[in-house]
C-alpha cells in the first residue's frame, strides 16, 4: 500500500475536530486492512507519502497497532511528504524521529536497508545512500 495521503483523506472528509480526524482515521484503517488479503501474509508495507504532518502519521501509528492482528508485521518507507514537516532538519534527525516512533509501536522503518523476514523475526541490513541523494529526494 502506498501514497495514502491522509491529510487529503481528512480534509475531504472535512474533520474539524480530534474527534472527526480519530473517527476518520479508523474507517481508512479498518477499510486498508479489509482490502488487504492476509492469507498466508504476515507483512504489510505501507510506502511513503503517508503523511504530511508528523502528528497524523502518529496518530495512524497507533490507531493501526491498536487494530492490527498482533501477528501482522507493518513495515513503513518514507517518501519526500514525511519529511515536509521538519524542513530544519538534517534527513538523519527526521528518520530517527520516525524509526523511533514505529519501533515504539512494534513496527518498523525501511530506510537505505534490505528488511529479511525469518521464523523468528525481522532484522534489518544497511545499505549506504549519499546525504546528497537523499536530499534531492526530499526536495522533489
Not at 6 to 17: M, P
Not at 52 to 78: D, G, H, P, Y
Not at 103 to 125: R, S
Amino acid at each position: 500500500v502506498t501514497d495514502l495521503h491522509l491529510e487529503h483523506r481528512l480534509n475531504h472528509a472535512s474533520c474539524k475536530t480530534e474527534e472527526d480526524c480519530i473517527y476518520t482515521m479508523q474507517k481508512i484503517i479498518d477499510n486498508l486492512l479489509c482490502e488487504v488479503d492476509f492469507k498466508g501474509k504476515e507483512l504489510l508495507l505501507i510506502g511513503g507519502d503517508t503523511a504530511s504532518t508528523f502528528w497524523i502519521f502518529e496518530l495512524f501509528v497507533k490507531m493501526l497497532r491498536k487494530s492490527a492482528q498482533s501477528w501482522l508485521r507493518v513495515v513503513f518507507t518514507l517518501g519526500n511528504h514525511e519529511f515536509w514537516d521538519f524542513p530544519d532538519d538534517d534527513i538523519d534527525t527526521v528518520v530517527n524521529k520516525y524509526r523511533t516512533l514505529l519501533a515504539e509501536n512494534g513496527m518498523y522503518l525501511l530506510q537505505n536497508e534490505i528488511l529479511c523476514v525469518f521464523d523468528e523475526g525481522v532484522e534489518p541490513f544497511s545499505l549506504e545512500m549519499s546525504e546528497l541523494r537523499l536530499r534531492q529526494a526530499r526536495d522533489y
